[in-house]
């Protein structure tokens, strides 16, 4: 019977890297950056959420910002690291590793964030200017409509676009992956969005999940 997943000496640096990019990805900087300030659990708060939005609700711009730049840059940083040493292959199985890690992490039964900051490192990493388009997408977005959730979607379903007209179908696939998966952990916001009731960026600052 013929392997169809092909010989294990060629594939296991294939399983290796999504392996180590998901471990990378699973660290849970919001829930760590805000314990080491002593504010306790981050998941106890807002949301529940671990990103640097729910952060940013402490109070605390500087662990906000802090979790944003470590989420966003372990996503960078394992895709970068397959890039570098293996080759682009490898960086979109890593970087793809490392955001499932974000939004599915081990440490916390499977219960991690949305994945927008590690998403943006990954795009910025595999596909640089795809990736900058992607974070052009998310600022205008938020500066016109004051929606972080619709800045959020907005970036992540053009970001496949801009791979596939500046790269390749491979970096598209992988853009196409975590958008799916960013809608998906957005289903809350795009019903309140729907419904007219999301909170604005420097608005109404109740909980949202």
């Known amino acids: 019977m013929p392997d169809l997943l092909g010989d294990l000496s060629y594939t296991w640096p294939y399983g290796l890297a999504v392996l180590l990019g998901y471990l990378l990805g ?17 998941r106890q708060i807002g949301s529940g959420n671990i990103g640097a939005t729910n952060v940013l609700r402490t109070g605390r711009k500087g662990l906000a910002l802090a979790t944003l730049i470590l989420d966003g840059g372990k996503g960078a940083a394992a895709a970068l690291i397959g890039m570098l040493y293996f080759g682009p292959d ?3 199985l890593a970087g793809g590793g490392a955001f499932v890690g974000h939004l599915f992490p081990v440490w916390l039964r499977f219960k991690g964030g949305k994945g927008v900051a590690t998403f943006l490192g990954v795009m910025l990493a595999v596909s640089f200017w795809a990736g900058l388009g992607a974070c052009l997408t998310w600022l205008v977005t938020a500066a016109i409509f004051r929606f972080s959730s619709l800045a959020a979607l907005a970036s992540a379903a053009l970001a496949p676009v801009y791979a596939y007209l500046l790269y390749d179908f491979q970096r598209m696939e992988l853009g196409a992956f975590m958008a799916v998966l960013i809608f998906i952990r957005h289903h809350a916001n795009i019903r309140r969005l729907l419904r007219g009731e999301e909170p604005k960026i420097g608005g109404d600052k109740k909980a949202a999940s």
Do not use: W
Not at 32 to 40: D, H, S, W, Y
């Open 90 to 92: 490898i960086a979109v």
């Open 26 to 42: 699973s660290i849970p900087f919001g829930l760590v950056v805000t314990k080491l300030a002593g504010l306790g659990d981050v």
